[in-house]
């Protein structure tokens, strides 16, 4: 404000009598930098800074460096891309993000600058605790700064990774996925304490954020169990899980009301879906194109194909496997001694019920084995009869999902009962988002909605089969 601004009649307090010329465009002209010099090198020494002044004039910089932090799975250090690093001389600051390498750069000075982060972007703002913005304070100096956040216990780390999580669902490749579309910044505190994730999905909090003062999320940086410190891996999926729910809940026409209608299975198993998918999708980035892979050895249990029917029916893989090509029924151990217990023998691989007569073409009409008749209307097949068109052999099960290869029926072969028999696949997760989750309160209007957007590869017998195993439980 100008020296003689006359202020209105309120309370106020003059902080610091500044006259800050290097920052007024009329000084900024080669002409005045002897001027200004001079006169800021005497404001310093009146106000006792004196041992900010050079013994000789200085010339023009550009704060800048490299900010990192270290991840567990790279076992290293990586760039944090996004992060808005700031630097200060007194009441002036000035400001840069990091990019995909994790360099800044700010706008110039003459004098050293304190460096400093702020946790916070134009969609979400990250607290330490409830109620304080959590700040990174660097050093004061007038060279660039290179931060590496380390491994340990420091809050930092895990602020750090939250922010990972939360600019890669906001900005970055997510794979066709909506963003979180929240209509004010979303307001996530770290905790250093026991316990996991919580999205309070207040749809007031998300349009007016209670004057701003109420988080929507906590995410935890300790196991409960032993106060031990989540790994970033784990960190990292934890606050895709709990935006996600907020993502949810704007994906459902923005109303919590209709959020709160969705079954809690079908809320977390997609919350589960999407912490699988862009978690991956993260280290798949960083060079680890087998992370999570469920026949791989996972380091974590995000894909959860070993879930089973004595887990939680709340947190499950029902969307995890309309993407996936994994049947954990087949390929998760505990398979039942009888192999083909709705007919055929087992060859092996499959349950092989049998060939047409020579010269007579296999296929399945109906859910039915069928082959086409010898002559007009012969079906010499034991056990099967002419239908008016062709012959009928067998109704294929229920349970069963039967197929046709190299002119022979075969059933699917049991698998282990604790597990969905997962051979549903070809969706892809915006797809599923958009045309599905949109639309899906429960279980039936999720498998209604399945078989009416299934792809060229499924049929209802494949949805209905998975999808029993939900049912039943």
């Given amino acids: 404000m100008k020296a003689d601004y006359s202020f209105p009649k309120i309370q106020y307090e003059i902080l610091s009598s500044l006259f800050i010329p290097e920052e007024i465009p009329a000084y900024q002209s080669i002409q005045y930098e002897d001027i200004v010099y001079d006169l800021v090198s005497e404001a310093l020494n009146i106000t006792d800074n004196s041992e900010e002044i050079l013994s000789s004039r200085w010339s023009k910089w550009t704060p800048s460096g490299t900010i990192q932090v270290f991840d567990d799975i790279e076992d290293d250090m990586i760039p944090i891309i996004g992060v808005k690093v700031r630097a200060r001389r007194w009441f002036t600051t000035k400001s840069g993000n990091t990019d995909s390498n994790g360099n800044f750069t700010t706008g110039q000075f003459r004098r050293a600058v304190n460096y400093s982060i702020i946790w916070k972007t134009g969609q979400f703002i990250i607290r330490d605790g409830v109620a304080f913005q959590a700040y990174y304070n660097g050093p004061k100096q007038r060279s660039e700064w290179n931060l590496n956040i380390s491994n340990g216990s420091n809050k930092s780390l895990r602020i750090a990774t939250i922010h990972r999580a939360a ?194 073409t296999a296929f399945i009409y109906a859910d039915k084995f069928c082959y086409t008749p010898v002559g007009c209307c012969d079906c010499p097949e034991e056990g099967s009869s002419f239908d008016g068109s062709n012959c009928v052999l067998l109704d294929i099960p229920d349970s069963s999902i039967g197929f046709v290869w190299n002119n022979t029926w075969y059933l699917n072969p049991a698998g282990n009962p604790n597990f969905p028999y997962d051979q549903v696949s070809g969706y892809s997760i915006a797809y599923l988002e958009s045309n599905i989750i949109k639309y899906s309160y429960g279980l039936t209007s999720l498998r209604t909605k399945l078989k009416a957007h299934k792809p060229s590869n499924m049929t209802d017998k494949h949805i209905d089969v998975y999808l029993n195993f939900f049912f039943n439980l």
């Avoid at 893989?317 to 994994?326: A, E, G, R, T």
């Avoid at 007919?343 to 010269?359: E, K, L, M, Q, S």
């Fill in 167 to 360: 600019y890669r669902y906001f900005y970055r490749n997510i794979d066709g996925l909506k963003r979180p579309e929240i209509w004010t910044k979303l307001r996530i505190s770290y905790l250093n304490t026991g316990g996991t994730g919580i999205n309070w999905l207040t749809n007031w909090q998300h349009m007016i954020g209670a004057g701003g003062v109420i988080p929507n999320i906590h995410i935890h940086g300790k196991d409960p169990d032993d106060y031990s410190f989540y790994p970033t891996n784990i960190l990292f999926s934890t606050t895709i899980h709990e935006i996600g729910h907020s993502s949810h809940v704007t994906l459902m026409n923005s109303a919590e009301l209709q959020y709160i209608q969705v079954s809690r299975q079908i809320q977390e198993s997609w919350a589960n879906t999407l912490e699988w998918y862009i978690t991956r999708l993260e280290y798949v980035d960083l060079g680890f194109p087998n992370y999570d892979a469920s026949n791989n050895g996972s380091p974590t249990g995000d894909h959860m194909q070993w879930w089973s029917s004595v887990s939680s029916d709340r947190y499950t893989p029902l969307f995890i496997d309309c993407i996936d090509n994994y049947n954990q029924a087949l390929n998760g151990g505990g398979l039942p001694t009888n192999r083909c217990p709705d007919g055929g023998w087992f060859d092996g691989v499959n349950c092989r019920i049998g060939t047409p007569p020579a010269g007579e």
